[in-house]
Structures are given as structure tokens and as C-alpha cells.
């Protein structure tokens, strides 16, 4: 079993829709988590990091854990087509917490 | 400012030969680290460094080698490349380890795209 598990996609919406991406997790010893954003034929980008479980917000992105599930979900209100691009979530794992495991990434395209 | 700089950005080569792939960093950073990405496999870790001197293995470290001799550098070899390993290999690098006491942000390169034939 992968450490981290998303939904592969691709998800395809309309411009302005709300957006709701999710992982879930297997490891409960480290509550600290990462959205990283990547643009085709980019590296990926820190987009959000959120410890333990609650929400966190950031202009148009929320990031939200609940700890009872192991779930992880980013959501993008009033999305726009320079969203368009792979969400990948994160986790610190291994001993020391010294490497970081993605999810497979989930692609996503706003329709104008 | 450059960031994390990779080169060659595209290689192709024959089953059986060997390359390195080149990470660079200007940011001073402690911890750098290879990953390949394949099409629904995600990012996945071959092996990193914690500092200057160090490496460690990740999640696919086979067919791979690394040495970080310097501390802005970190290098990738493939001794003996085989189709399998066609991907795109990421370098990334940041200050500390992720949720220490910064995000531990990961500052990706372009990517490297590699074909083996």
C-alpha cells in the first residue's frame, strides 16, 4: 500500500466551479501535509501545507485534513483556467521524516 | 537567481549505456533528492542526500547511483541504462527536512527527460 493514495483524475470543470481533490493517508505519526502544483513540462510547486487536521486557507485554495479518516482534500473556489495543471499531495515519511512521498497526482482542467 | 538547475534536459540513449544527470542548487540547501515520474506512478524518490557526504537510499534506487560531493551538487548515474527507465527524473532540494522548523519546501528543477532505446 502506497504511503499517500489520490484520485489519478483527470477531472474536467467549468470555469468558476469548486473543485474538490483528495488523498488519503496510511502513516498517522507525522500530521503534516503538502499540495504541491505542477504545470505540464514544469517541476512541481509548493501550492499549500497544513499541519494536523482542521482547515487552512489561502485566497481560493483551502486545505483540509480530518485525522478520523486519514483524508486529505484541497478545494478551489471560482476556479479559472490557469488552474489547470496535476495536484499532487505530500507527506514527510521514512525514519527522521527526511523524504517526502506524493501521491500519483491528480490532472486537472477548467474549462473556459 | 537560478534555483535547481538540471542538465542535459533531453537524452536519449541505447540500452546498455551509461549517463549521469547533473543537479545543481545556488539556494544552499541541506537535503536534495532524485525522483522519476511515469504516468500513473506519480513522483516517485530514487535516492537522496541529508548533506554534503551523504546519501541515502528512497523508494526505486535500483539501476541508480548518486554522490553529493559538494554541496550544491548532486549527481544521478545510471550505469547501465535500460528501457524501464525511460522517465523524466526530477532534482529537487530544500532546507530542511519537511514540518521541521520551516515547511521544508521542495524546490523542484525542470526535469531531465530521458529515453532508453
Known amino acids: 500500500q502506497k504511503e499517500v493514495e489520490q484520485d489519478p483524475g483527470p477531472l474536467s470543470v467549468p470555469e468558476g466551479a469548486i473543485v474538490s481533490l483528495n488523498c488519503t493517508y496510511s502513516n498517522s505519526a507525522f500530521q503534516y501535509f503538502m499540495w504541491y502544483r505542477q504545470y505540464s513540462r514544469k517541476g512541481p510547486e509548493l501550492l499549500m501545507y497544513?499541519?494536523?487536521?482542521g482547515n487552512k486557507e489561502d485566497g481560493r485554495f483551502t486545505a483540509q485534513v480530518d485525522k478520523s479518516s486519514k483524508y486529505i482534500s484541497l478545494f478551489i473556489r471560482d476556479s479559472q483556467p490557469s488552474d489547470s495543471a496535476t495536484y499532487l499531495c505530500?507527506?514527510?515519511?521514512?525514519?527522521?521524516?527526511?523524504?517526502?512521498?506524493f501521491g500519483t497526482g491528480t490532472k486537472l482542467q477548467v474549462i473556459p | 537567481n537560478a534555483g535547481v538547475t538540471q542538465t542535459p534536459k533531453f537524452r536519449v540513449l541505447k540500452t546498455g549505456q551509461s549517463m549521469t544527470l547533473l543537479c545543481a542548487q545556488d539556494m544552499n540547501h541541506e537535503y536534495m533528492y532524485w525522483y522519476r515520474q511515469d504516468p500513473g506512478m506519480g513522483l516517485r524518490l530514487i535516492h537522496y542526500s541529508v548533506g554534503e557526504g551523504t546519501t541515502a537510499k528512497g523508494e526505486v534506487p535500483d539501476g541508480y547511483n548518486v554522490s553529493r560531493l559538494k554541496k550544491q551538487n548532486f549527481l544521478l548515474g545510471l550505469e547501465s541504462a535500460a528501457p524501464s527507465q525511460t522517465s523524466v527524473y526530477f532534482c529537487?532540494?530544500?532546507?530542511?527536512?519537511?514540518?521541521?522548523?520551516?515547511?521544508?519546501?521542495?524546490?523542484f528543477g525542470e526535469g531531465s527527460r530521458l529515453t532508453v532505446l
Open positions: 529537487a532540494s530544500s532546507y530542511t527536512r519537511a514540518g521541521g522548523q520551516d515547511t521544508g519546501e521542495l524546490f
Open positions: 497544513t499541519y494536523s487536521s
Open positions: 505530500a507527506q514527510p515519511t521514512g525514519g527522521g521524516y527526511q523524504k517526502v512521498t
